[in-house]
């Protein structure tokens, strides 16, 4: 049995039906039910065991082999460090990693960071030379710069609608973010044959995705 960690919301929509097309075996009650874990077998008689978990634990769940393969934001992936293998980049839920704020704190020096990804931000501001505060928040992290908490904010940003009906501009974009499949490193090799098949067939159907007008 082959357990796959899912990132839910964003991620997993964009993602599944790139699954679907690569006739990897899903719940057909997976987007309705309220359950975390999902068993199923594959007409090749493969089984899988799907975990729903929030994006930030997917790594976690997959560096310490809950899951030996786990679908994720490169966000996500790059702020937990965990030691796992990024085996494929699957081109979904894509969106940019930005810093943003208001216009006219554009030119200011910035003194305080919002962000849920205080690693990531952290590096990006040392490496411009610059020691900011930062503030880790989970929610809505636009209104804090909105309210004056911050002059910056270092977050995810699909669309630009919602910094746009706030006021807010981007300031630079310092990722360009998408789902990624990772595995854990020990069932990387004891589960290989495995591994390999979900990595070859999500390859193929990205191949198909590409050729298809």
Known sequence: MLTVALAKGRTADGVLPLWR?????????????????????????????YLLAKPADVPTYV?????????????VLLESDREVYELLDLRAARCKLCVAGRPEERSRRPRRVATKYPRLADQYFRSL??????????????LAAVIGLADRVFDLVQTGATLAANGLVVYDEVLDVSARLIANRSSYHTKRAAVLNVVDRLREALVELEVTP
């Open 21 to 49: 097309r690569a006739g990897l075996p899903l719940p057909d009650d997976l987007d309705d039910s309220r359950a975390l874990v999902f068993h199923v077998r594959g007409e090749d008689g493969g089984a899988f065991r």
């Open 63 to 75: 560096a310490f082999g809950v899951a030996d393969v786990g679908v994720v934001g490169k966000d």
């Open 129 to 142: 030379g610059q020691a900011v505060e930062i503030v880790v928040l989970s929610g809505s992290i636009e």
